[in-house]
């Protein structure tokens, strides 16, 4: 089974500090994604990697980077939280066979992250 | 713009009947479409898949039906149980050598099965 974990579950943080949001999955999974689920928006995505070292813009990378330096983890970072950044976040990683990445992804369980 | 829509937040069916959640989808470049299935405090999981070159794919009390000329899928619960009380999401993904599996969701249906 595939199992996709993030670093915590709740996540209170102040207006202006940095966040790091930890995600690590255990099927060497060569893609990996960042997302944000609100009310009435659905699963937006933020950022994504498909190998070390690399990474690509979603739909909505404002206001956010990400770091990706082992291939099981990835890492969204809140250079500078804000209140309208309070949400919740999901990891999600799929995987790349014969050099095509499958559809299907793996969530983990997700961060309610609130920003005061 | 949103890219898939689910036009329904909510559904409230009565155990043993059918659920039926719509979706709708604008990118005519979409090939691959998916539902997933959430519980509070949890990540979605996969439920059911389809490619555009099927117009019906069923897997026990799940069926998703796709009608690409109207750029429409479906998904059937049949029975509906209590356990299937969550939020569904439907997702598309575009046949792209640089699209890298990404998903397009839509913004959830609630479904609440009443006993």
């Known amino acids: 089974d595939v199992k996709v974990t993030q670093s915590s579950r709740y996540l209170v943080k102040r207006t202006g500090e940095k966040v790091f949001l930890e995600c690590v999955q255990d099927?060497?999974?060569?893609?990996m994604f960042w997302y944000r689920q609100d009310p009435g928006l659905g699963l937006r995505l933020i950022y994504f990697s498909y190998d070390v070292k690399m990474k690509e813009k979603g739909d909505i990378p404002e206001g956010y980077s990400v770091s990706r330096e082992k291939k099981e983890r990835f890492s969204l970072i809140l250079e500078s939280a804000s209140t309208n950044q309070t949400s919740m976040y999901l990891c999600?990683?799929?995987?790349?066979?014969?050099?095509?990445?499958?559809?299907?992804?793996?969530f983990g369980p997700g961060t309610r992250l609130t920003v005061l | 713009d949103q890219q898939v829509k689910q036009n329904s937040p909510s559904l409230s069916v009565q155990e043993g009947r059918i659920s039926i959640l719509n979706c709708d989808y604008t990118?005519?470049?979409?090939?691959?479409f998916l539902w997933y299935k959430k519980y509070p405090a949890e990540g979605p999981t996969f439920l059911i898949s389809i490619s555009s070159i099927k117009d019906k794919n069923e897997d026990g009390r799940f069926t998703v039906f796709l009608n690409k000329s109207a750029k429409h899928l479906s998904l059937h619960i049949v029975p509906s149980q209590p356990g299937d009380s969550a939020v569904y999401f439907c997702a598309a993904s575009e046949d792209a050598t640089d699209s890298w599996g990404k998903l397009q969701f839509g913004a959830g249906t609630q479904v609440v099965v009443t006993p």
């Open positions: 999600a990683s799929s995987l790349l066979s014969g050099g095509v990445s499958t559809d299907t992804q793996y």
């Open positions: 990118n005519s470049m979409f090939d691959y």
């Open positions: 099927m060497d999974h060569e893609n």
